[in-house]
């Protein structure tokens, strides 16, 4: 152990003076671009410096491989030895970590240590911050780079790296890290082929090259390279196309509604995607000839490992979402305060107006055209209808997909075991009580992302109203309108709903482990907000706007400085009835 922290101890001005030159040689082109200030290499380089502080933590405390690294940092020192076809039956991931880790230390001539190998994710983790913000200011700016990155994008891609379910690995040997990574860099350069009509050549194959490199790291990330990001290509095929606009004809009865708008929805070459959804397939390709090869998904050890349906993975997921990203639901809840006390108050601003139609009365309706335009325009409907379906189909997933995993309760290492024992596993009326919180933390997701959802903003002016729609929408129009601010697409969220659901909903295992790339996709998506209302004066204040984004920050550093003391200064052992050690008498830490 002497020796371990010795040579831990010693490399500390080597590891700093390799971390900066890579950071220099890797960073060179995004600087460029991006512009970055003072601030930004700050909190860059605070993300290092805080990574490489628990990295130092970790090897006095924990000096021994830990849990998976009992099979990853093995296999990476075999295959460091050059034995490249020796393989551990156990692991059930690609081995990318392995091979880019080893790549790495041969470049700068170190050994393959286990505190060596631990330390690639220390590395990899500032990266990982750089690719979010590169993420984000292209979510913001999709057709340039003009006038560099935005304050909201280097605070979001730096929350996105201390987020505690993949911050907490980068002093450990696991592949969350640079799988995230790898998979941004995906997702960065798939938002740059939307600023071009047609992509070269060269990116075809580098899109390609970045999505086998995602799947090397784990099989999972074919839902986020494909899945996720061939969808979004899709979408962009489809809204390419531009069929010649007409009127909108005032309709008598429902089928004449119907009939239109399927007409318009046919109309244009739609059924033959563009070259650009070639990466995806190549990619999708390259999976399923591996899933034939190896006989299945996983790697290794399949029986602990069957894929299944498990639809409660995706009630799941709101509640963790609702408790990592707390602080971002702060808007949501002011604007949900200040519209009830104006509606108590009889001050609300509500938008009842009857449209007008310019040249006379519209024609008789039917009763059944009537019902179903109202049906389309009452929010209040709408959201009764929507509740009522959330609750329904929660509980029926509940009542029957609800799966518990043997490894969910044998392993009391796991958070997840202690929130199954106190939850679900207590008594079965705990699980439809969970039905209603389900359904609100998903509430708070979506409208994170939807943006103002109360409306609280005041009506516009007739002078506004008589503004064409051109000039009141569009980018173009409005230069002074925040791009930080703008919501995703509705096709984008819901493309990322159904990828999510993809990637979880195949595990019977619960672990936040599991949640990190759709936490890190829906992060990304989320729009700047002011933590006060429009409608309040003070909403335009530096602390209306940035307190949100602080917030967030101090929540993680919190949730991340109590995981790591748990982890450091409570461990325990495993014993039989009799007091007898288990497991050999090693040391059991909590962690994720």
């Known amino acids: 152990m002497s020796t371990f922290s010795t040579s831990a101890d010693s490399s500390f001005t080597l590891q700093l003076v390799r971390y900066g030159l890579i950071s220099i040689a890797l960073h060179i082109y995004t600087i460029n671009k991006l512009k970055p200030s003072f601030i930004f290499f700050f909190f860059l380089t605070a993300v290092g410096l805080l990574s490489r502080q628990w990295l130092s933590i970790v090897t006095k405390a924990v000096p021994e491989s830990y849990l998976d690294e009992v099979f990853h940092i093995p296999q990476a020192q075999v295959y460091c030895d050059g034995k490249w076809s020796q393989w551990d039956d156990k692991i059930t991931t690609p081995p990318g970590l392995y091979v880019l880790t080893i790549l790495a230390n041969r470049l700068t001539g170190l050994p393959c240590s286990a505190y060596y190998l631990r330390t690639f994710n220390v590395e990899v983790i500032s990266y990982l911050a750089l690719a979010a913000i590169r993420s984000r200011t292209r979510i913001e700016k999709p057709k340039t780079d003009e006038g560099g990155y935005s304050s909201y994008a280097a605070w979001t891609g730096i929350n996105v790296a201390l987020f505690p379910a993949l911050f907490f690995f980068s002093g450990l040997y696991y592949t969350d890290v640079i799988s995230t990574f790898v998979v941004l860099l995906a997702y960065t350069n798939h938002l740059g082929r939307f600023r071009q009509d047609t992509p070269s050549l060269s990116n075809h194959f580098y899109t390609i090259f970045l999505g086998l490199l995602a799947l090397c790291m784990r099989q999972t990330n074919i839902f986020w390279v494909v899945v996720y990001m061939g969808g979004l290509e899709v979408v962009r095929s489809i809204k390419a196309v531009r069929p010649r ?305 602080v917030l967030e920050t101090a929540w993680f550093l919190l949730v991340n400085a109590v995981t790591m003391y748990i982890f450091i200064t409570r461990p325990f052992y495993w014993r039989a009835p009799d007091g007898t050690l288990l497991d050999g008498g090693r040391v059991q830490r909590f962690m994720w």
């Not at 639809?311 to 604007?335: G, K, R, V």
């Not at 109202?374 to 509740?387: D, E, F, N, P, Q």
């Not at 202690?418 to 679900?424: L, M």
Request: charged content about 10%; hydrophobic content about 45%.
């Open 245 to 549: 606009s007409v009127a909108t004809p005032e309709f008598t009865t429902l089928s004449e509604q119907i009939e239109f708008y399927i007409w318009r929805y046919s109309l244009g070459d739609i059924h033959d995607p563009s070259l650009n959804l070639a990466s995806p397939v190549v990619i999708m390709g390259a999976f399923v000839g591996f899933v034939a090869w190896n006989g299945g998904v996983v790697l290794g050890d399949k029986s602990n490992h069957v894929a299944t349906l498990h639809l409660a993975q995706m009630l799941y997921i709101w509640p963790l979402f609702a408790f990592f990203s707390a602080p971002l639901f702060i808007p949501q809840l002011m604007d949900w305060s200040v519209f009830n006390f104006q509606t108590l108050t009889g001050s609300a601003v509500l938008s009842n107006r009857t449209p007008t139609t310019k040249g006379g009365p519209k024609p008789s309706q039917s009763a059944a055209l009537k019902t179903f335009n109202w049906l389309g325009s009452c929010r209040t409907t709408h959201s009764i209808v929507v509740l009522a379906g959330a609750l329904g189909a929660a509980t029926l997933i509940v009542r029957y997909n609800t799966i518990i995993h043997p490894f969910t309760l044998a392993d009391n290492r796991h958070y997840m075991f202690y929130v199954f024992r106190y939850t679900i596993l207590r008594a079965r009326w705990i699980r439809y009580a969970l039905v209603p919180i389900y359904v609100l933390c998903g509430w708070l997701c979506w409208t994170a992302l939807r943006g103002t959802s109360f409306p609280t903003e005041p009506s516009p002016s007739p002078a506004d109203e008589k503004q064409p729609a051109s000039s009141k929408s569009g980018t173009s129009s409005q230069p002074n309108r925040n791009l930080d601010t703008a919501s995703p697409p509705t096709s984008t969220a819901l493309v990322l709903l159904l990828s999510a659901a993809l990637s979880l909903a195949t595990a019977p295992l619960v672990e936040p482990r599991y949640f990190i790339l759709p936490w890190v996709f829906w992060r990304l998506l989320v729009p700047a907000r002011p933590a006060l209302p429009a409608s309040v004066p003070a909403s335009g204040s530096l602390v209306s706007r940035w307190l949100v984004s």
